[in-house]
Antibody, heavy 118, light 110 residues
Framework: EVQLVESGGGLVKPGGSLRLSCAAS????????MNWVRQAPGKGLEWVSS????????YYADSVKGRFTISRDNAKNSLYLQMNSLRAEDTAVYYC???????????WGQGTTVTVSS | QSALTQPASVSGSPGQSITISCTGT?????????VSWYQQHPGKAPKLMIY???NRPSGVSNRFSGSKSGNTASLTISGLQAEDEADYYC??????????FGGGTKLTVL
C-alpha cells in the first residue's frame, strides 16, 4: 500500500525550532518529487516547499523562505522539513504529499500538527 | 504570491450539476496547463480529483471534470451526490514560486 506518515509535530514557543519527518512506503520514493503543504486551523491549503527526486531542485513559499529547509534521504525513504524561527502564523497541520505528473499531488499523509504558542 | 480566487461556497441538490471557479492571472492559471483540483472532507487529507486542467487520476469518478478558459479554471461535478459534500481547492503552477492554492470552496449538497 502506498503510504506517507508524518511525525515530529508538537507545541513549540515562538522563535523555536522543530523538525518534521515523513516516512514513505509502498512506492519507489527516490523516483518522485515531494512536497510539504500546510493548513492553518479553519483555513485553506498553503503550499510550503517542494524537492525534486534527487534533491537537485528545491523551492519554498515566500512565507517560509530563509526559515524552513526541506530535505530528503532516499536511502531511508524519508522526507524532512526543518523549521526554524517559528512564528504563531506557522501553526497548522503539515502534510507531506507525493508529486504526480509534475505539479499535482496524488498521495498525502494524514498530517502532523504544529502549534506555535508561548 | 496571492491565493487563487474561489467562491467561498456553492450548493446544489442531489442529481444536479455544479461548477466551481478558480481565477488567477497569466502568471499562473492562464499561462500554464497545470491546474489541479483537490477534494477534502472534514478532518481528512486532500484527495486529487483533477490534474493538468482536465485529467482524472485513476479511480476518480467521471462525474468530475475540469476545464479552463483564460485565467479561470473550473471544476464541474455532475449528478451531485451526498458524498460530494466537501471542501474543494484548486492549485496551479505559478512562475513566481512554484505552486499556489485557491482559498477553497465549501460544497453543500442540499
Amino acid at each position: 500500500e502506498v503510504q506517507l506518515v508524518e511525525s515530529g509535530g508538537g507545541l513549540v514557543k515562538p522563535g523555536g525550532s522543530l523538525r518534521l519527518s515523513c516516512a514513505a512506503s509502498g512506492f519507489t520514493f527516490s523516483s518522485y518529487s515531494m512536497n510539504w503543504v500546510r493548513q492553518a486551523p479553519g483555513k485553506g491549503l498553503e503550499w510550503v516547499s517542494s524537492i525534486s527526486s534527487s534533491s537537485s531542485y528545491i523551492y519554498y513559499a515566500d512565507s517560509v523562505k530563509g526559515r524552513f529547509t526541506i530535505s530528503r534521504d532516499n536511502a531511508k525513504n524519508s522526507l524532512y522539513l526543518q523549521m526554524n524561527s517559528l512564528r504563531a502564523e506557522d501553526t497548522a497541520v503539515y502534510y507531506c504529499a507525493r508529486s504526480y505528473q509534475l505539479l499535482s499531488m496524488d498521495v498525502w499523509g494524514q498530517g502532523t500538527t504544529v502549534t506555535v504558542s508561548s | 504570491q496571492s491565493a487563487l480566487t474561489q467562491p467561498a461556497s456553492v450548493s446544489g441538490s442531489p442529481g444536479q450539476s455544479i461548477t466551481i471557479s478558480c481565477t488567477g492571472t497569466s502568471s499562473d492559471v492562464g499561462g500554464y496547463n497545470y491546474v489541479s483540483w483537490y477534494q477534502q472532507h472534514p478532518g481528512k487529507a486532500p484527495k486529487l480529483m483533477i490534474y493538468d486542467v482536465s485529467n482524472r487520476p485513476s479511480g476518480v469518478s467521471n462525474r468530475f471534470s475540469g476545464s479552463k478558459s483564460g485565467n479561470t479554471a473550473s471544476l464541474t461535478i455532475s449528478g451531485l451526490q451526498a458524498e460530494d459534500e466537501a471542501d474543494y481547492y484548486c492549485s496551479s503552477y505559478t512562475s513566481s514560486s512554484l505552486v499556489v492554492f485557491g482559498g477553497g470552496t465549501k460544497l453543500t449538497v442540499l
